[in-house]
C-alpha cells in the first residue's frame, strides 16, 4: 500500500487514452487499486483514474460518505469501475462545478449530462450496470473522461467561471 504521486495537468502522460483491463483478479490489479485507494483517500478526493497515477489502464474509483470539498454532494458509493462505458440517456445536461487532483487549487463549472447509465466490471470481473443522475453521473463522467486523456478545462465554456477554488468559495479548499 502505497501514496503515489499524483500528475498534474501539463504532464502528457494524462493526455493518454488508456487501454482496457484484460485480466481480472489479479494481484497486480489489485496492488493497483490499493494504491489508488490509498492516494484518493490521502489527497481527500472524491474520485481518481489509474492514469493519474501513471498507470494507463481503464480503472477508476470514485465515491464517498459525505466530502469536505463537496459539503452540499449526495453520496456516491464507493465503487472500483473498470472498462466503462457511458450512455447518457437523454439530452439534457447540466453545469456544476468541478475541482481534479490533477489541477489542484482550482474549479470550473462543466456542463455534463444529467442522467446517465454507466457499465463495466469490478476488480473480479463482475458486471456493474448502474442509472444514476445528478453529482454521481458527473463524478462518474469526469472520471472516465480521464480514460480518454481529457482533463475537465477542457470542458469548460465559460471560462470566467473557472478559478481559484479559496477565491471561489471562501472555506473550500
Ligand atoms: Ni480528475
Avoid at 485507494?37 to 492514469?51: P, R
Avoid at 480514460?147 to 468559495?169: A, E, H, K
Amino acid at each position: 500500500m502505497t501514496v503515489q504521486t499524483i500528475l498534474r495537468m501539463g504532464d502528457p502522460r494524462l493526455l493518454q487514452p488508456a487501454l482496457p483491463v484484460t485480466a481480472f483478479a489479479t494481484g497486480e490489479l489489485q496492488a493497483l487499486i490499493k494504491d489508488m485507494q490509498d492516494t484518493m483517500q490521502a489527497a481527500g478526493g472524491v474520485g481518481l483514474a489509474a492514469v493519474q497515477i501513471g498507470v494507463g489502464l481503464q480503472v477508476v474509483i470514485f465515491g464517498f460518505e459525505s466530502s469536505a470539498r463537496y459539503p452540499d454532494a449526495d453520496t456516491v458509493p464507493e465503487t472500483i469501475l473498470i472498462n466503462p462505458l457511458i450512455t447518457p440517456l437523454d439530452e439534457e445536461t447540466e453545469d456544476g462545478w468541478e475541482g481534479c487532483q490533477s489541477v489542484p487549487g482550482l474549479r470550473g463549472l462543466v456542463p455534463r449530462s444529467r442522467h446517465i447509465r454507466y457499465q463495466g466490471c469490478d476488480e473480479n470481473g463482475q458486471p456493474i450496470d448502474r442509472t444514476v443522475s445528478g453529482f454521481h453521473a458527473r463524478v462518474v463522467q469526469h472520471e472516465c473522461d480521464h480514460l480518454q486523456g481529457v482533463l475537465y478545462p477542457m470542458r469548460i465554456r465559460d471560462l470566467s467561471r473557472f478559478g481559484f477554488t479559496d477565491v471561489l468559495f471562501p472555506g473550500l479548499e
